[in-house]
C-alpha cells in the first residue's frame, strides 16, 4: 500500500492478460510471479508470490468474468473499483479473503512489499452446479447478480491452512504442464473447491443472523468470535468474552451454538489444531515446539487433542508430510 508521498508505478491490463503465467520483471505485474493451473473446465487456481520494493499500481479490465476466491497470505493490497456512480474501495490485508465477481468492470490496483495470495476461479454457471444453496443466502446472490461484488470475510485457520498448502504445491510445480510435484490434479481440485466452501461459509456466518438469533446480539456474536481467535496460544474465559461484548454467558454459549455450530472452546480449539497442522505442514518445527507455541505445556496433551482432530498423530502427520 502506497504513502501519500509514494508514485506507483502504473500500467494498464486486462485480467485475460493477467491470468497468463507471469515471470517477468517487466510484466504487467513487475517483480511478483503468478503461478497458474487450470483444474478443469471453468476452475483455475492461481497463486501471486514476489516482492517489490515500490508500489506496482494498475487500471484493471476484468474481461474474464468469474467468480474469484480469494485467501491473502502475506501483503496489503488495495482495490478500487469503477461502478460508473462512485468508487467502491476495500483493502485485503494478510489473513483475510474475498469473494468477487466484477464482470466487464473497471478499476485500480495496487500492491506493495512482499505479497502471497491464492484464489481460485470458477465460472458462475459451474459455480451454481457446484454449490446450489448459494441462492439461499439471499445477501450474497443479490451481490453476485449485481456482478460488482467483493465481498471481504475472516480467514479461518483452516481456510488459511488450504491456502497455504495450494501455494505450497503450486510453488513445486515440476514444470510448463502446470502439474505440482507430489500432488495430482485430484488433490488440487479438492482442496481449491475446499477452499471456496470455506469462503461460502464464512460469508454466511458473517451475513444475516439465524431465524432464532437476535439481530442485536450477532455482531455481538462475531466481535466475540474475532476475540476468542485473536491469539490461538490462549483463550479468554466466557466471562471476559460476555464482558467485553454485552452478552449473558448464557446468550454467548447459546448463540456460538446456533451461529458458530460450535461452542465457544470447541471452535477455539478447532481454529488452534488447525493452526498447529499448518504450522507442520510448511515449516520444519519440531512438534514439541509446536506444542509450546499453541499453548501446550504437556505434549502428550497436544498430541491427544491432534490426533482426535485429524486421526493421525503429529509425528506420524510430520513424517508423512
Known sequence: MPTPCSTPTESKTTISTLVVDTDRPDGPVGGYRLHRVALQEGVDLFVWQGEQRQPVSMHIHDDWGRVQFCCALHGHSHFALDTGRRGVEFELPPGSGCISYTPDCRGHATHAGPIESVTVS??????????????????????????RCCVPCRCSAEMHATALALSDALRKRAGPDGQARGRSPLWLLGQSFALASLMLEAHRDAGAPPASLSRIDHPKLIRARD???????????????AKATGLSEQKLKRGFRQLFRHSVYGLFQQE??????????????????????????????????????FGVNPSAFKRRR
Not at 227 to 241: F, G, K, R, S, V
Open 272 to 309: 488452534r489444531m488447525h493452526e498447529a497442522r499448518r504450522r507442520l505442514s510448511v515449516t520444519d518445527t519440531p512438534v514439541m515446539i509446536v506444542a509450546t507455541d499453541m499453548g501446550y505445556a504437556n505434549a502428550s496433551h497436544f498430541t491427544t487433542a491432534f490426533q482426535k482432530q
Open 122 to 147: 470458477i465460472q458462475p454457471e459451474l459455480l451454481r452446479e457446484l454449490a446450489p444453496d448459494i441462492d439461499a443466502d439471499a445477501a450474497l446472490r443479490r451481490k453476485l447478480d449485481s456482478t
Open 227 to 241: 476475540m476468542l481467535l485473536a491469539d490461538l496460544t490462549h483463550a479468554p474465559t466466557i466471562a471476559e468474552l
